[in-house]
Structures are given as C-alpha cells and as structure tokens.
C-alpha cells in the first residue's frame, strides 16, 4: 500500500478480554473512543479481528475506511446508509470468516470521509462513481459488495451498470431505488434546495454546529432513526460522528455534512429498475428485515425480485426478524446467512493495491 493510500494507519485488535464497566475516552482529536459494556461481552467471543484505518486519495480529499483481516488479500468493499457511517459494521464484520478482508468505507460527508466542495450537492450516482475510483486506485479488475440502505442501493446500480466487474453483492434492507409519488417530486424539491442552499452557506461560514451531551446525541440518533438504531448500539455509529465542542465543555457536535439531509436519490421510474434487474446475474443475496419499511408500495420491490430470478439462478432473498439496523443491534440474525453466502461464492484475490 502507497504511503497516499494510508495517510493514517492504526491497528488494533479486538481480543479475548473480560466484561468491565462501561467506558469512553476521547482521542486527541475530540472524538469519542467507546468502549461500551456491550463491547466488552461481544469482545469474549471475537478472537483476534485485526482492523486498520485507511485513507484513500479522491479528487476533493480523501475517503476514510476500516480494512478488517489480511491486508494482502482484495477485500469485500462494505458500504454503508444514508448519513451512517463504516462503524455501523462494527458489530458484523468480527462475525464473519477471518480469512475475508472487508473495506468498511465512509462515503463523502459521512464518518470520517472529505466533503465535496462548497456549493454541490450530494447524488447517488456520484457514489457509483466513487466505486470506480477506488478500484482504480487499488488496481482491481473487480469488485464485490456487503451493503446496507443508501449503501446497499449504490452497489445495485453499480452491479446492474457493470455486471461483468462484480464478484457477487450482499445488500440488506435497501433493494433498489425506491419509487416516489410523481406528484410529490416538486413539491420536495421546493422545500429542499432552500434548505440544501442554507445548510452549505453554513458550512462556509465554518462555524460549529449545535452541540449536545454524548446522552443527547444517543437519544437523537435513536429517535431520529425511529430506533432502529438501539442506544446500545449508537456508539458504534458515533464514533465516526462527532467530535467536543470547543465552546461547550463535555459536550460534542455531529461532523457529517448537514447537505445530506437534503440529498434526493435518482428519481427515475420502475420500468428502468426493471431494467436494470435483467442486469443482475451475479452471485445475489438480500436480506430483509420483517420489522422495516419497504418505503415505496411493496410491489415495486416484488415486481424487481420476480425479474431478478428470472434471469439469475444464484439470486437468494432472506427474511429476518428484527429492524432496519438488523446488522448493527442484531448482527448474528444476518451473520450466518452472509457467511454462508460467502463460503460459497467468495474466492481469495490477492490485492493488487498492496506492493
């Protein structure tokens, strides 16, 4: 790996070690490193799970990631949702084989990642093409995907535009673009790019955002993801999140890019996702959590499954029982099936990127 590619390096290993009372410090940089009562049972029965921080050169910065496992072997690019960040498989990945690598990244304005540039917008598609930079700056020839949410949705345009350069793809809880009421489209809009002008005229002015206790933060991430994620499980996503305040003391602010908020997705009708589904014929599975929304009339997401395994035998479609965030607050209802899945279809590459 080039000095450019890893501006940062630091392992740790997650060991064998026993239950402690719960625990947070801050590194030098005013994030918060937790170590969570929860963590520390999990920890128990996680042998050895080496994890290194990356940073990869784009052409408006740098994209922060988490490569877990052996560094000389291409691994599985994990990407995660809409305004999460890489920490939000912190609880997954340690469950998976050993042997894999994966490359938890955080998309731009998300964890740890740049932001654009001032005065742009976020788009779904620009994350297709943040795929393609990264397999150029690694040397690969090909890619595969462990997906959730906006995540998962990113790597199923990208499978159904180049079909022949993905392995396989795992996406969980977000199958396709969703489909909008068209009535509904320019009224969002009028009310979104306001606020997206506002949002980025504030980010120029450089100033801190609100600040609130690390309580508060747990209690905004739950609620605002209708619990979806468990307070439990918030540090893991906060981690890459927030940093203290300077003017408040003992208090922190959230770093992703507030523009996020006011991000729409591709917009283009189900006869394209229909389309596109006659495109996926890798190895396929999606896992869907029973207690999530299909946040569009279900039968646009049936509608695409019946496609997709009419053209691919290898297409597999899991139902479990818990919420959105299923991988996070549940990882060992999915661990299982993703680890099954990759015993059959994963084949060891060796990394291109590493010299």
């Not at 496992?69 to 997954?92: C, E, I, S, Y």
């Amino acid at each position: 790996m080039s000095k450019f590619k890893t501006l940062i390096r630091h392992t740790t290993l997650l060991t064998q070690t026993a239950r402690r009372p719960s625990a947070a410090l801050l590194s030098s940089n005013g994030q918060r490193n937790l170590h969570t009562q929860e963590e520390q049972e999990e920890a128990r029965y996680v042998v050895k799970r080496e994890v290194e921080e990356v940073r990869i050169p784009v052409p408006y910065g740098e994209i922060a990631g988490k490569w877990w496992g052996p560094k000389d072997v291409q691994p599985v690019v994990v990407l995660h949702g809409w305004q999460d960040n890489a920490g939000t498989f912190d609880r997954l990945i340690p469950l998976l084989p050993h042997h894999i690598s994966f490359l938890a990244i955080d998309f731009p304005g998300h964890g740890l990642s740049s932001r654009i540039p001032d005065g742009m917008t976020y788009h779904s598609l620009d994350s297709v093409y943040l795929m393609k930079l990264i397999m150029q700056e690694y040397h690969w020839k090909k890619i595969s995907f462990l997906s959730h949410s906006m995540g998962s949705i990113v790597s199923m345009i990208f499978s159904s535009i180049f079909p022949d350069k993905v392995d396989f793809l795992v996406g969980i809880d977000a199958l396709k673009p969703h489909i909008a009421d068209p009535a509904k489209l320019a009224p969002r809009l009028e009310q979104k790019i306001p606020q997206m002008l506002i949002a980025d005229m504030r980010n120029r002015e450089r100033t801190e955002p609100p600040s609130y206790t690390f309580e508060e933060l747990v209690n905004r991430l739950h609620h605002g993801t209708n619990k979806s994620v468990t307070k439990e499980a918030a540090p893991y996503l906060l981690n890459r999140n927030i940093k203290k305040s300077t003017m408040h003391p003992d208090k922190y602010y959230f770093t992703r890019d507030s523009r996020l908020k006011y991000s729409v997705g591709v917009g283009w009708s189900q006869e394209v996702n229909l389309e596109l589904a006659k495109r996926m014929t890798m190895p396929y599975m999606f896992i869907k959590a029973l207690h999530s929304p299909y946040y569009e009339d279900k039968k646009y997401f049936e509608e695409y499954v019946n496609v997709v395994r009419e053209v691919n035998p290898q297409f597999q479609l899991e139902f479990v029982d818990s919420t959105h965030h299923v991988h996070l607050t549940e990882p060992q209802k999915v661990a299982p099936l993703i680890t099954a899945f990759l015993c059959k279809h994963w084949h060891k590459q060796a990394d291109l990127g590493h010299k």
